[in-house]
């Protein structure tokens, strides 16, 4: 894997698909962004920080191309 050292680092024009992880909560990603990058043919998915980092997991595992982008989680109170 790419980050034990054993492969290159993923090229972000081979994307299959971006996870975003916005938080404790899952807040939708504006659709000006979403659309350029469907359009792309890049699927991108938002969804809380702890489901960004499972989906993350599970997709890696199978080989896919995917990259994640991941917000903090803020203490929950």
Same mark, same amino acid.
């Given at each position: *894997?790419? !980050?034990?050292?054993?492969?290159?680092?993923?090229?972000? %024009?081979?994307?299959? #698909?971006? /996870? #975003?992880?916005?938080? +404790?909560? $899952?807040?939708? !990603?504006?659709? $000006? /962004?979403?659309? %350029?990058?469907?359009?792309?043919? /890049?699927? /991108? %998915? *938002?969804?809380?920080?702890? *489901?960004?980092?499972?989906?993350? +997991?599970? !997709?890696?595992?199978?080989?896919?191309? #995917?990259?994640? *982008?991941? !917000?903090?989680? %803020?203490?929950?109170?």
């Amino acid at each position: *894997a790419f !980050l034990d050292g054993d492969s290159a680092a993923p090229d972000p %024009e081979q994307t299959e #698909v971006i /996870i #975003v992880g916005t938080g +404790n909560q $899952h807040n939708l !990603l504006p659709s $000006h /962004i979403t659309a %350029e990058l469907q359009t792309s043919g /890049i699927g /991108i %998915e *938002a969804m809380s920080t702890r *489901a960004a980092a499972r989906t993350y +997991n599970i !997709l890696m595992a199978e080989g896919r191309r #995917v990259i994640a *982008a991941l !917000l903090p989680l %803020e203490p929950i109170k």
